[in-house]
C-alpha cells in the first residue's frame, strides 16, 4: 500500500514543536488558516486542503502530546468510501527534533482511481510545503493564543 512521507529537521525540542500542535489557533497558522478542529481523539475537523478547492474532514484518531497527531483524511465529495489517514510523528534528535507526515491509506479509500489519488498527494508533498510552515511558525516563537478575527 503507497505511503507519501515528506520529513523536516527543526531545531527546536519536541516540546517547543509541540506547542503548535496543541490549539486550533496554532494549527491553523502552520496547517491551514480555515481549520476547525475538536482537538481530542474522535474528535472532528474540517479545512480547505492546499489546493484552495477541496475539502478536507475527518477525525482524531491518535494524539500523543510531545509525539504524534493522527488523522482520518477524507476528500470530500471525491467519493472516498474509506478515509486515509495523515500522521504526524515528532521524534527528538541531537538538532531539536524530526518531524514526519505521511499520507497513507490510499488504497482503502475504495475508489477504482486511488493509484491517481496517491500520485496526486506524492506531488502535493512539493507543492505544500506545510512543514516547511511548521518551522517558520516554531522559529517566530509566537504561539497564537487566539484566533485572528480575519482568519
Known amino acids: 500500500m503507497p505511503e507519501y512521507a515528506t520529513t523536516i529537521e527543526i531545531a ?9 500542535f496543541a490549539s486550533q489557533q496554532a ?14 481523539v474522535a474528535g472532528r475537523y474540517r479545512m480547505l486542503g ?23 483524511w477524507l476528500e470530500e465529495g471525491a467519493g472516498w468510501v474509506h478515509p486515509g489517514r495523515l500522521v504526524i510523528e515528532l521524534t527528538a534528535t541531537a538538532g531539536g527534533t524530526r518531524v514526519t507526515l505521511t499520507h497513507d491509506g490510499f488504497a482503502g479509500i475504495g475508489t477504482p482511481t486511488w493509484r491517481r ?31 485572528p478575527a480575519d482568519a
Open 12 to 20: 527546536a525540542p519536541p516540546s517547543r514543536v509541540w506547542q503548535w
Open 27 to 40: 494549527l491553523r497558522r502552520w496547517l491551514s488558516p480555515t481549520l476547525e478542529i475538536d482537538l481530542q
Open 50 to 72: 492546499g489546493d484552495g478547492e477541496t475539502w478536507i474532514s475527518g477525525q482524531v484518531l491518535e494524539l500523543v502530546p510531545e509525539g504524534k497527531l493522527i488523522l482520518s
Open 117 to 147: 489519488t496517491a500520485d496526486t498527494y506524492q506531488r502535493g508533498v512539493a507543492e505544500h510545503p506545510v512543514l516547511d510552515h511548521l518551522a517558520a511558525a516554531v522559529a517566530t516563537g509566537d504561539v497564537p493564543t487566539a484566533v
